[in-house]
């Protein structure tokens, strides 16, 4: 009986024994959970404590204009370096260490990191001072809050420039003995005539007058284009009251001012017939129609594909049909320009004949030259046009200048040069000004646009040139 | 009966010890979403303190974009920092930020209501594609019209995309010109139509955490 007893007893104690060890196993199991996995050394994470009140200040990405002289500003990376110590010091105090461990990608957040990340754009180069981009999207030091953005590229907007220069729209045309027509805001052309063979002495070829330049025919020249960087802002509001925050919504969603705006499209006017009836109305417009004519994902059937689709063009067969307009349009008259490939044959010369007519080399750069061939008696001016500084604020003073050279070989006379102001450049009055004599005058073009017009008085001869200058004010 | 209480008796310590580890790793924030689930809004901007001086040119690489804050006569502004708020200074302020970051601004000085703040947030939606070394004098131009400042403060919730114009035949886009958009429209969809949205500015009766200003 007794050894009965102390079995039972024994038996207690090992089951209690039992008991507290499964406790304590599920303590020790319970406490593992809550315990982050062991962080890799290289993906350590510094991060802040997003309490405002211990607040850091290692890096610097706000950049404050003051007072402060330049030379006191100390380069945010330096103090970044240099704070890393006490940053790995002060831990424990006002600054949370949380050791991401294996978390990558690394979230779309600023955070500093000590080590590049994995899906960043910046690797380390001479350890970890130093940050170097390899796609060039940041710079040294906004590598640093930004490095753990993988892939991210820098939303970019621009450049946003007004150019004056050129000949947009309709080709201009001359008109009159002094006037060109189609001239826009921001054109730039110039008008001129040879002088007649029996008139000047100057000439050297008036034996052999080229037959493109005829003295009764008027030739165009266009400038190039100066473009300034000049980026203007503007905004618009939206103001939101508490009780008004939610739009009247209607059937499936839609909002009651986009039903009306429905309603309005829906009532197409043709001609001087309005189409009362709404189902009429609706199969007027193609796009309706069309779309209650067939069902989802259907084609139209009623628009067969032609068998010509596809094959010939419009510009294959004006081609076809005028084939002497073509060859025309084709036939070099003044110059040729050849690509020869230096490169290819180390040459660094060339003289190149074309129906016994030697060519000029006129550029030659990264082993391709361009060949002109020039024929005697003829007749160019050339404009070129230079803005007084690539940039430009609203409201500041911009000056343009449009240099003149008669690039023939023959005397040019009756030369106009107009220029229209882009609507952004407001003409400084009394600021046009020439070096050579010349008439100036101000007119509003067809496009209500200022257009500034030299008439020189004098004749260009070969090699001569000038310049015209005028001012503005960039809005 | 002692055998089925000692097992009720490990099951209920079992299931204890459990909850605990759930609740403390609950409790404990992951370490990825802890800047976006717990700081306020300017938290962010708020890490990053000002440098007085001019800024470098090689400071403006990368994500930086220098803005211009401008206001009505008086406008006071200061920018949350990382060592608290700036102190207030005269408009225009001239700052670079990070694009694509919200930053909280303090305005102060409103003509009429004076002693009350405001405490607005601004964040640059793109870069300006400026030439090399003219990102500084090419700042994004926020023009805050004084009755933004008074619709805030009646309690009003007001929001301003700025855009880079693309019109280079319009003379009469200004930095001061702007409308408001239709009831139910959106001023960035809007913006987007006119131009580049490159800013927005938002400002309404919004109080700032306790302690957060001195």
Known sequence: ?475 | MLRVATRVLATAVFALATSMGFAREAVEPNAVDSFASVTPLGAIGALQHPRPGSCPDDVLTGWIQPIDIRGPAGMEIAIETAEGWSPLRRAPLRIGLVVGRAYRLRIGGIAGHEGRELFPSVRVLAKLAAPPGMAWRFPVEIVIDESDLTAALAGSHVRRIVYASCESDRPDVLASNWFDVRPGDDCLDVASTLGDPVAEFIVGNRTPSPGSVP
């Not at chain 1, 024994?10 to 406790?23: E, K, P, S, V």
């Not at chain 1, 084709?330 to 490169?343: L, W």
Request: aromatic letters at 4%; proline letters at 8%.
């Open chain 1, 1 to 475: 009986m007794t050894g009965l007893r102390n079995r039972r007893a024994t038996g207690r104690a090992i089951r209690w024994l039992r008991i507290a060890a499964i406790a304590v196993s599920s303590i020790i199991l319970a406490s593992c959970r809550a315990v982050t996995l062991p962080s890799i050394p290289s993906l350590v994470v510094l991060f802040e404590s997003s309490s405002l009140d211990a607040p850091l200040s290692d890096h610097t990405v706000a950049q404050l204009d003051a007072e402060v002289q330049p030379s006191g500003y100390v380069h945010p990376l330096e103090e970044i370096q240099a704070s890393i110590p006490d940053q790995q010091s002060k831990q424990s105090d006002t600054r949370q260490i949380h050791q991401a461990g294996l978390e990558v990608p690394c979230p779309p957040l600023p955070r500093l990191a000590r080590h590049p990340c994995s899906g960043g754009s910046c690797n380390s180069r001479g350890g970890s001072r130093a940050q170097v981009c390899q796609s060039g999207a940041c710079g040294t030091v906004a590598c640093l809050p930004v490095a753990c953005m993988p892939g991210a590229v820098v939303p970019m907007v621009g450049p946003y420039v007004v150019c004056d220069g050129g000949d947009a729209y309709a080709p201009a045309r001359p008109a009159g003995r002094f006037g060109i027509q189609n001239v826009t805001a921001g054109d730039t052309v110039a008008r001129y005539r040879p002088v007649s063979v029996g008139s000047t002495q100057s000439d050297p070829d008036e034996s052999q007058p080229a037959d493109e330049c005829d003295a009764e025919e008027v030739c165009l020249t266009v400038s190039n284009y100066a473009c300034v960087y000049a980026p203007r802002f503007a905004s618009v509001r939206e103001v939101s009251h508490p009780s008004e925050e939610a739009s009247p919504i209607g059937p499936k969603g839609l909002t009651l001012d986009t039903l009306a705006g429905a309603q309005v499209k829906r009532q197409p006017v043709w001609g001087s017939t309005q189409r009362i009836a709404l189902v009429a109305a609706r199969r007027a417009e193609p796009s309706l129609a069309v779309e209650e004519r067939l069902p989802a994902l259907a084609v139209d059937q009623n628009d067969l594909p032609h068998e010509s689709d596809g094959v010939e063009g419009p510009a294959a067969r004006v081609a076809d049909d005028q084939p002497m307009l073509a060859e025309r349009v084709d036939r070099p008259r003044i110059q040729v320009g050849f690509d020869v490939p230096f490169a290819w044959t180390c040459v660094t010369g060339a003289q190149v004949m074309v129906m016994g007519q030697a060519a000029e080399v006129i550029a030659a750069d990264r082993g391709t030259a361009t060949l002109r061939l020039e024929e005697p008696g003829r007749c160019e001016l050339t404009l070129c046009k230079r803005a007084g500084s690539d940039t430009a604020r609203v409201g500041e003073e911009l000056d343009f200048t449009i240099f003149l050279l008669n690039s023939g070989d023959r005397s040019l006379q009756d030369i106009v040069l107009v220029d229209a102001i882009p609507k952004r450049l407001q003409l400084i009055p009394k600021s046009a000004a020439s070096n050579l004599p010349a008439d100036i005058s101000t007119a509003t073009g067809d496009d209500g646009s200022v257009v500034l017009t030299w008439r020189l008085q004098k004749t260009l001869q070969p090699g001569e040139g000038g310049f015209v200058r005028f001012r503005t004010v960039v809005h």
